[in-house]
C-alpha cells in the first residue's frame, strides 16, 4: 500500500465532490428528457428549440466538469483516486455532448422524416442516465450501496445491449426504406450518434465499477 492511500484511512476525505457528480448526472438526465421531446417530433420548429435547450444543458454539464477539475487541484485527500475522479466526471460530460452532437446533427441536417426506432434509442438513453445518477448517488456511501451500485451498472450493460440491437435493425431499416442517397446519410449518422451516447453511458458504468474494485 502507497502512502497516499495509507493516509486516506485516517485522514478527512474532501466529500466535495459527491453533489459535483449529483449534479452533472442530474443534468444528464434532463437532457436526455429533451433528447426524447426532440426524438418526438418532426416539427422544425419545435425542433429547433429543443435542440437549443440541450446546447445549454450541455454548457451547463461543461460547467461542473471544470468544477470537478478544479476541486481537484485544490484537494489533497480525495474520496477516490485522482484518475478515477476525472474518468467518471469526463465520461459523465461525454454522454452529454454525444446527445448534443445528435441535436446538432438534426439542426445541420435537416431530415425530412424520422424512423421509429431514433424515439426507442432516445428513451435507451434516458434509462441509462437514470441508473447513472442512481449509482452516482450512491457513490456517497459505495461500500453500504455496492449492491446497488453493481445492478445499476448491470443495467446499464443491458441497455447497452438493446441499443446495439437497435441500431442494427435501424441501419436495416433506413438502407431497405430510403430511396433518397442524401436522406439515408442523414440518418445514418443520427443513428450512429444516439447509439454512441449509450455506448458513452456504459463507459460511466465502466469508470463506477473500477472505483468499487480499488475500494475492495
Avoid: W
Wanted: proline share 3%; net charge negative; aromatic share 8%.
Amino acid at each position: 500500500m502507497n502512502l497516499d492511500k495509507f493516509l486516506k484511512f485516517f485522514t478527512p476525505k474532501d466529500h466535495e465532490f459527491f453533489p459535483l457528480f449529483e449534479k452533472g448526472a442530474q443534468n444528464l438526465i434532463k437532457t436526455a428528457e429533451v433528447l426524447k421531446l426532440l426524438m418526438a417530433t418532426e416539427n422544425p420548429e419545435q425542433q429547433i428549440t429543443y435542440i437549443k435547450q440541450i446546447k445549454e444543458l450541455e454548457k451547463i454539464g461543461d460547467d461542473v466538469t471544470h468544477t470537478i477539475y478544479d476541486q481537484l487541484n485544490k484537494s489533497f485527500i480525495t474520496p477516490f483516486d485522482r484518475e478515477d475522479i476525472q474518468e467518471l466526471a469526463s465520461n459523465i460530460d461525454d454522454v452529454v455532448d454525444t446527445i448534443n452532437g445528435v441535436g446538432q446533427r438534426i439542426n445541420l441536417y435537416k431530415p425530412k422524416t424520422y424512423i421509429p426506432v431514433f424515439n426507442e434509442v432516445a428513451d435507451v438513453i434516458y434509462q441509462a442516465s437514470i441508473e447513472i445518477e442512481l449509482s452516482v448517488r450512491n457513490l456517497k456511501d459505495a461500500l453500504n450501496n455496492k449492491d446497488k451500485i453493481m445492478q445499476s451498472c448491470i443495467t446499464l450493460n443491458t441497455l447497452e445491449n438493446k441499443a446495439d440491437e437497435l441500431y442494427h435493425i435501424g441501419i436495416s431499416m433506413i438502407f431497405e426504406n430510403e430511396k433518397d442517397a442524401f436522406e439515408l446519410i442523414k440518418k445514418k449518422e443520427i443513428m450512429e450518434t444516439l447509439e454512441k451516447a449509450v455506448d458513452k453511458s456504459e463507459d460511466v458504468s465502466d469508470a463506477i465499477k473500477t472505483i468499487l474494485m480499488k475500494m475492495a
